[in-house]
């Protein structure tokens, strides 16, 4: 039944643009060289497209696990000592964001890659949150086998729904450089409707996985964003492990935050506060997480939840490894602390009260008092008859009668 609703879900949350705004040619010059040009049918003319000649662009065709084809243009910079793996958002194809492409590899001085998901441009498939984190993995994949790029020099960046496969990967990934949600959704119905719990069949549950995300995770959102409201980016930068200095651009949109100034100036001082993270700084960090985590754990003894013992003074939980010392053992245990001592068996049984005695002749005692003590059963019984250190009930072990009737004495 989820499966089924998340399905219908992606139905109506996916508007890739129709025509595409591009599409690929295969030229058997040009060393094979996949070549970008105009979609004839698309009646979108204003963007540029990169030329056949650009050696500084590839037009890549990459499979994903699930059959389809992507479509991804990596751009390099010969200056760049980052990756930034661009996830765009919704009605968006490359063919419109070549541009903006071109300007964020200039500006930040890094190595770009931007794809298309499944049913967007001239990517095979249809779209839907499955196969964009298919989308998105097979894109990443090619930077490892192809460029050579490890995760410690990867920046993922995710705007509005492309927040979605990011996170998924991010959350995947634990010695990724940075993240960067411009725009970003706590999940997909929380766009629509505002609720306070995370059904089965929403979609990019992005609230649940920001949690996993182990590196620096900038939030960039406009404060009059009437699409996704501003209140789904502050959300993920609270929960975010390692935030970074939000940039919340006043009176920005939802589409428009590139136009303001401190957006570009902004995300350049997170680049380049990234490149100047070393290894050795990255290394301490990991340290000081991993002595938090084990703290944390300590705090908790032995990760068993068990009860604590009725002694106030009593300060170390009952565990395994820290608390019970058994006596008898089969059937019975001492802690710490003595006024915690409630043996099973009855030999190990001792009165709680001071007040109370075990007589020294073993034949002597019987006890009748649930408790702790005991008490002869005819209050009239009065003097010992068998010995000086203890005694026995003349009316109560078949000794002298106390004047009364034995059946009226019981």
């Not at 991993?290 to 009725?310: D, E, F, G, N, T």
Request: proline residues 6%.
């Amino acid at each position: 039944m989820g499966c089924m609703c998340s399905t219908l879900a992606s139905k109506f949350a996916f508007f890739p643009p129709s025509p595409p705004t591009y599409k690929i040619l295969h030229p058997e010059t040009n060393d094979g060289k996949l070549t970008v040009v105009a979609s004839p049918s698309s009646t979108t003319t204003s963007f540029p497209l990169p030329h056949a000649d650009d050696n500084s662009l590839d037009v890549l065709l990459i499979d994903n696990k699930r059959g389809s084809k992507i479509v991804a243009f990596y751009l390099r910079n010969p200056y760049a000592r980052l990756t930034l793996l661009y996830s765009h958002g919704n009605a968006a194809d490359l063919g419109q964001l070549y541009d903006l492409f071109v300007q964020l590899k200039v500006a930040l001085r890094v190595n770009l890659i931007g794809y298309d998901y499944s049913g967007y441009g001239a990517s095979t498939g249809k779209p839907s949150e499955e196969n964009t984190y298919a989308d998105i993995e097979a894109v990443y994949e090619c930077l490892e086998t192809e460029y050579g790029v490890s995760q410690e020099d990867l920046i993922l960046y995710g705007q509005s729904v492309g927040s979605g496969p990011t996170l998924h990967l991010a959350s995947k990934l634990p010695r990724l450089r940075g993240v960067v949600l411009h725009s970003a959704i706590l999940s997909g119905l929380r766009v629509v409707c505002h609720v306070k719990f995370t059904f089965c069949f929403d979609i990019y549950k992005n609230i649940n996985k920001i949690k996993n995300v182990k590196c620096h995770v900038l939030v960039i959102h406009g404060t009059e964003d009437d699409i996704v409201n501003w209140l789904h980016g502050n959300g993920l930068w609270e929960m975010a492990r390692d935030p970074y200095e939000p940039l919340w651009i006043k009176g920005g949109g939802h589409c428009n935050l590139e136009l303001y100034p401190d957006y570009i100036r902004h995300l350049c001082r997170f680049i380049q506060e990234m490149e100047n993270i070393t290894t050795e700084i990255r290394l301490k960090k990991i340290r000081q997480n991993m002595y938090v985590h084990k703290r944390s754990c300590a705090s908790h003894c032995c990760r068993i939840k068990v009860c604590r013992p009725k002694c106030p003074e009593c300060s170390i939980p009952k565990c395994v490894k820290c608390s019970w010392r058994p006596k008898c053992s089969s059937c019975c245990w001492k802690p710490k602390c003595s006024s915690c001592w409630k043996p099973k068996c009855s030999s190990c049984w001792k009165p709680k009260c001071s007040s109370c005695w075990k007589p020294k002749c073993s034949s002597c005692w019987k006890p009748s008092c649930i408790k702790c003590c005991w008490r002869p059963k005819s209050l009239k019984c009065a003097g010992p008859s068998c010995c000086i250190s203890c005694f026995q009930w003349r009316c109560c072990v078949g000794g002298t009668q106390s004047g009364l009737d034995r059946r009226q004495d019981g």
